[in-house]
């Protein structure tokens, strides 16, 4: 419950809208208990003129109020007018103060997450953080929203028709009010219990949707075991169940359906029984009785909604404390910039010692890596899958922080540039060829979207695009879908390659970028880099010989450790890994080209 | 090329699995189709309505006990007005008599039966209109289940597994909700007709006077629906490319890091979060304001009755209790017209999910069975025969080109080849899951097309890559609900195929409860298990897919010996992708791109130096323990 406490300063700058809502709400009470006043007045003024069988001879008509018909009717219209106005604007004000505070709460989500690393995403993966996005956000507006409402209808209601009822008749009043207890315990019990149920059928129906997955992704193996009878018998299980526990809420639920008028009707006896006898002995007038039943309505009604109430504040809690998880969280990579460093990176690299160990995990990724990259150099990385590649390639441009070790980059250690420095003049492609839903000339100038359409051509160009792209009715225009699914996996590569590219930095990282590229564009592009990326440092990781023979150096990783390094024919020489991977490849020929492509 | 197509092919155009449907609004067929499974729940049906009724009278003369027998009766001492009581007055008269009690006690004793006859009549109504529905939607679901069970691998191949799942669980949903709907519409419109007889006969002018406000709620909530449905489309698409979006920008972070953008990202994010707040804040004008007015509609009408009923009164037209009822039952009036408003939309969208079922209980592809299936012997021999067997799954890429090999009984035959060279859908085409032309295959020299497929697959025992692990226990999947399997045949089984040492050190042994898909297994162990199926149903035939996913070598080596054990005695058609495996082999086909194109000894194959050769040094995995240099 604490966690709601922390919600207050999003909801400071709401406050007179907040405070204006709960004035109306007073108001718009004020005058609904006002009309059901005029009502029994009108009642009153109706026994009055009503002449009764035995009244035959005529008694002059005295009015109990000194209003005539018509005034009480317009004055319960005015009421009703008045009340509706204020209802309307006061369930506004406060509905769009939950509106504003999940606005607000959306963008802090949004500018938490963008600070956010590796580390973060393994922790609270994209699904949950979508999750807290919708419906935990979702679930505060509700809070503020409609459990403000709850809570002001709850404390207004009983506080007007009680004192209205005192007024009326104290004894009456008393006689009703010890019932309220026992419905507000039934009615918080109930919602307990429909909470509970309905837990247990998001589970049936949940078993039913994994078994009804299960089964139909299976449903070759079941198919071929001829199990399909054995199969729907077992359905029929989950079906029953889910049945079961769907029934079981819908009867708990009509209980309460049940339940809850019998406890008004009760009330009503109450009134019957004894205020039909005040009402006999002149104590009471008929249009006391009738308001007496109208109160009784608005006092009953907040209370079958007390039980929502609770749950909505203490699921909102819950919702509070895993979005407050996110603002909380420090941003992973620190920006300190030491300010001594040269304004122009030259791309000279000096690795010494490093290590790296992913948090939560005892086993190094990277041990002891000792590399001295020249300025303009090009380096060729190969290893197993695992064997840290990716790793070291995002220490280069710090989307994982340095461990243990150094690394220099043109003499200064890389966490004193400023990260947006690094990150413009290091330019990395990432092994997972992501593509943003949008144009494809807005994917290759993601950096920059004001670009020339003509440099983007020269980049596509570059990554062997072009015709690709002159193929596209709409060219340049042509929408990739959501993470590129309308380009082959080919396709997709080369748009990013092209993205990296139009950049023309003084660093460019490649972390597996031809894998789906065939081998003969490969060289095309790779020939074409080769003049582009003169005097420019050039990392590139690839599994393919083909690949990496262009390259000045070699390294080959295994297990965190370089295990050899040095220019192809070197390599070669040496007898090792490399040479091991080399004959495989080339001995394969073109039938094992797949194969090859997978090593 | 055609006459070898599958049969199915050209009689359903998948896509339409997934189109929008007629989108019909109003589809009376449709619910004329649901009564099928309703019907043998009527009895509930038929009580269920009868207690409404029960239920609704009840609740009106409770309201008719307060204003004619307590006001007029009671308390103004009127007996002889002409508006009805529905008896009641005499009623009292009469337990006055009886009981020697005060009229008004003998009223509170009726309003105390009429209550509690509401609150048994109601909940009882709602559990049997319930229970009824319930019942019908989960045979429904059954039948549908049972229908989607029997398509065939063509129907799966085409059709994604999400959407057949929204069909057995969302669709059938929005069914209920049309279903219950309707129920509770008639709960709300029996009181109504039942309030508005009395209300008739009690003053027909002011009735009338009152039903004026009906439209106006109608209207009122047509012309709210008709406003809102643009604003809260709005309000959808907007939500949902804010979600969009963040989704995006989450699964591409880095990038957006790497290429600077996080400013740019956020001025965009924003601009769509206030557009989203903007549709919202409209949206919740139009609620506010409609939900204000229905609440305020009954609350006119008090002003209304007052202002006539005063008239009425003094002309003796009314009674004072007459007036009262008409306060009381303004809600009766007004709560169906605002709910129907509102059921409306619910009913659309059934209908929507309604033609979605049908239209997958309707489908009607499958294998085509033989229309008189030949028996196969109670033991087979064993051979497999394909004969020039041709196959494609769409004209444009054939599969599998004139290939033709004989399995004699008992040989285990190794087929190697890339992705895609047409392995599987050897397989596929032995298990008769697509239709293919008589002549092609045979067992035991009888024509695949002449058996029916659940007899041939009973006797071809199928190990896949993915294999399925059923929900139940350990034995429970090694028995596959065959009643022939005894517990002792499943654990000798086991022990037989190396399984029983990991199944013993399990907590319950072999009751052992299993998840689906057997997550609490590990690979090597659910390969295990799936040879023990086989062994325990003891088929003439195996066929096995070899899993690529690398198994730690203990475990591997207990796989190959398990393997073994299971090959014994059986014809075996193996896809290997072990190099232990195809040298245990008798023979070993190479097929390329859907051809033969090697069939030898795994020695003459290498002697050879063809494709196999070159195979063998590149993709197989020595399971000796040594690693290639650089595996996947």
């Known amino acids: 419950m604490k966690s709601l406490l922390r919600l207050l300063p999003f909801l400071t700058q709401y406050r007179n809208q907040i405070l204006a809502g709960f004035v109306a709400f007073f108001a718009s009470r004020f ?123 709850m404390t207004y209601a009983p506080l007007f028709a009680v004192s209205a009822m005192l007024y009326k008749s104290p004894t009456l009043t008393l006689l009703i009010i010890p019932l309220l207890p026992v419905i507000f315990i039934y009615a918080y019990r109930t919602t307990k219990q429909l909470a509970e149920t309905s837990r247990a059928v998001q589970e049936r129906l ?61 009330s009503q006896l109450t009134i019957i029984l004894y205020g039909g006898y005040q009402v006999m002995n002149g104590q009471m007038t008929v249009g006391d009785l009738v308001f007496f039943f109208a109160c009784l309505n608005m006092l009953l009604q907040p209370i079958r909604m007390a039980g929502m109430f609770v749950t909505i504040v203490q699921r909102a809690a819950v919702a509070t404390n895993r979005l407050f998880e996110i603002f909380d969280s420090e941003p992973e990579i620190e920006d300190k910039p030491s300010l001594k460093t040269p304004a122009i990176i030259r791309g000279e690299f000096e690795l010494k010692q490093l290590s790296y160990t992913y948090p939560r995990s005892n086993e190094p990724v990277l041990r002891d890596i000792n590399l001295h990259i020249r300025a303009g150099e090009s380096i060729a990385i190969v290893g197993r899958v695992g064997s840290g590649k990716s790793t070291l390639l995002k220490q280069f441009t710090r989307l994982l922080d340095i461990g243990e070790g150094q690394l220099l980059l043109d003499g200064h250690d890389i966490r004193d540039y400023p990260l947006s420095q690094l990150r413009s003049q290091i330019a990395q492609i990432l092994q997972d060829p992501f593509l943003f839903g949008e144009p494809l000339r807005s ?157 | 090329m055609t006459d070898q197509m599958p049969l199915t092919e050209d009689d359903h155009d998948h896509a339409m699995f997934d189109a929008e449907l007629s989108g019909a ?41 307060i204003s004619r027998v307590l006001v007029d009766y009671i308390i103004v001492g009127e007996t002889d007005s002409p508006m009805p009581d529905l008896g009641m007055i005499e009623l009292t008269q009469w337990l006055e008599a009886q009981l020697g009690v005060e009229a008004i006690y003998a009223a509170g004793l009726i309003f105390l039966v009429l209550m509690l006859v509401v609150a048994v009549t109601g909940h009882l109504h709602r559990l049997l209109l319930v229970g009824a529905i319930v019942n019908a939607l989960r045979d429904l679901r059954q039948d549908l289940f049972a229908h989607m069970e029997t398509r065939p691998s063509s129907f799966y191949d085409k059709v994604p597994v999400g959407r057949i799942m929204t069909r057995v669980t969302n669709d059938v949903e929005a069914l209920y909700e049309m279903l219950r709907g309707m129920g509770s519409l008639i709960g709300e419109f029996v009181p109504f007709f039942v309030a508005l007889t009395i209300m008739l006969s009690t003053s027909v002018e002011l009735t009338l006077i009152l039903l004026l406000l009906v439209p106006v709620v109608g209207l009122a909530t047509y012309f709210f629906r008709g406003a809102t449905r643009e604003v809260f489309r709005l309000v959808r698409n907007s939500v949902s490319s804010l979600n969009q979006n963040l989704q ?29 707040r903007r549709y919202e804040y409209r949206s919740i004008n139009l609620a506010t304001v409609y939900g204000a007015f229905t609440d305020s509609l009954s609350a006119i009408g008090l002003g209304i009755i007052i202002w006539y009923g005063a008239g009425e009164v003094i002309q003796q037209e009314m009674s004072l209790g007459g007036v009262i009822l008409f306060t009381r039952f303004m809600n009766m009036l007004f709560t169906p017209v605002v709910l129907l408003g509102e059921q409306l939309n619910v009913l659309f969208r059934a209908m929507a999910s309604g033609e979605r079922i049908f239209q997958a209980l309707d489908w009607d592809e499958q294998i085509h069975e033989p229309a008189n299936p030949k028996q196969l012997p109670d033991r087979l021999q064993g051979k497999v025969e394909f004969r020039h067997v041709n196959f494609a799954y769409s004209p444009e890429t054939p599969i599998l080109k004139d290939v033709s090999v004989t399995i004699a009984g008992g040989e285990k035959l190794a087929i190697v080849g890339a992705t895609g060279s047409g392995k599987s859908t050897m397989i596929r085409l032995l298990g008769r899951f697509y239709d293919f032309d008589r002549g092609m295959i045979f067992l035991d020299d009888v024509d695949l097309n002449d058996l029916h497929s659940h007899d041939l697959r009973s006797r071809i025992g199928v190990v896949l890559q993915d294999f399925h692990i059923f929900s139940g226990t350990i034995l429970d999947n090694i028995a596959l609900g065959n009643p022939g399997i005894s ?59 070899e899993a690529t996913a690398s198994i730690d070598t203990e475990t591997e080596l207990l796989i190959q010996d398990g393997l073994r054990k299971l090959m014994t005695g059986r014809t075996s058609i193996l896809i290997a992708h072990r190099l232990q495996t195809v040298q245990e082999a008798d023979r070993v086909m190479v097929l390329h791109h859907g051809v033969v194109a090697e069939i030898g000894t795994h020695e003459e194959l290498l002697a050879s130096k063809g494709l196999y050769y070159t195979l063998h040094e590149l993709q197989f995995q020595d399971v000796s323990g040594e690693e290639s240099p650089f595996p996947d």
């Not at chain 1, 299980?237 to 009509?254: G, H, L, M, V």
Request: net charge negative; proline share 2%; glycine share 6%.
């Open chain 1, 31 to 153: 005058f609904e208990i006002s009309s059901y006043f005029l009502v029994s007045m009108g009642i009153d003024e109706i026994a009055a003129t009503y002449s009764g069988p035995l009244a035959e001879d005529l008694v002059p008509i005295v009015s109990p109020s000194g209003y005539s018909i018509l005034e009480i009717s317009l004055a319960i219209i005015v009421c009703v007018s008045l009340r509706f106005v204020f209802v309307v604007f006061a369930r506004r004000a406060i509905r769009r103060a939950g509106i504003g505070v999940s606005y607000d709460l959306r963008q802090r989500l949004y500018a938490a997450v963008q600070l956010q690393g590796t580390d973060f995403f393994s922790r609270i993966g994209v699904g949950d953080i979508m999750t807290r996005a919708i419906q935990d956000i979702a679930l505060v507006q509700r809070l503020i929203a409609f459990g403000m409402i709850f809570f002001v209808i």
């Open chain 1, 206 to 266: 949940s078993d039913l949707s994994a078994h009804t997955q299960e089964n139909l992704s299976g449903i070759r193996t079941v198919q071929a075991q001829a199990q399909e009878e054995n199969e729907i018998k077992r359905f029929w299980k989950t079906n029953d169940q889910y049945a079961q526990a769907f029934y079981d809420q819908a009867r708990i639920n009509s209980l309460m359906m049940a339940w809850m008028p019998l406890f008004a009707s009760f």
């Open chain 1, 443 to 599: 994917n290759i100038s993601y950096d920059d979207p004001e670009r020339a359409l003509e440099v983007i051509w020269d980049s596509a160009e570059a990554a062997a695009l072009r015709s690709t792209i002159e193929g596209f009715p709409a060219r340049m225009e042509t929408m990739v879908g959501e993470r590129g699914v309308m380009l082959s996996g080919g396709q997709k590569q080369r748009t990013t390659l092209a993205r990296g590219l139009i950049r023309n930095a003084q660093v460019l990282i490649l972390d597996d970028c031809f894998s789906s590229v065939d081998t003969e564009t490969e060289e095309h592009i790779l020939t074409r880099l080769k003049t582009m990326r003169k005097n420019k440092t050039t990392i590139i990781v690839s599994h393919r010989v083909s690949t990496l023979r262009h390259a000045d150096r070699i390294i080959v990783l295994d297990e965190g450790r370089i295990a050899e390094i040095g220019t192809h024919q070197e390599l070669l020489r040496k007898q090792g890994l490399y040479a091991d991977l080399e004959r495989v490849q080339t001995e394969g020929g073109s039938f094992t080209d797949r194969a090859a492509g997978e090593i």
């Open chain 2, 25 to 65: 609004v109003l589809n009376l067929h449709l619910l004329g189709r649901v009564v099928r499974w309703l019907k043998p729940y009527r009895s509930g049906l038929v009580v269920s309505a009868i207690l409404i009724l029960v239920a609704s009278c009840s609740a009106v003369i409770m309201e008719v006990v």
């Open chain 2, 248 to 276: 995006e920008n989450l699964s591409g972070m880095q990038v957006v890091q790497l290429s600077q953008r996080e400013q740019r990202n956020f001025e965009e994010y924003t601009d769509i979060n206030k557009s989203n």
């Open chain 2, 487 to 545: 517990r002792e045949r499943s654990i000798e089984a086991a022990k037989t195929v190396n399984a029983h040492g990991f199944i013993s050190r399990l907590p319950l042994g072999y009751d052992t409860p299993l998840v689906e898909r057997g997550s609490n297994l590990s690979q090597g162990q659910r390969q295990l298990l799936a040879f023990a199926r086989v062994l325990a149903a003891d088929p003439e035939i195996l066929v096995l897919d």
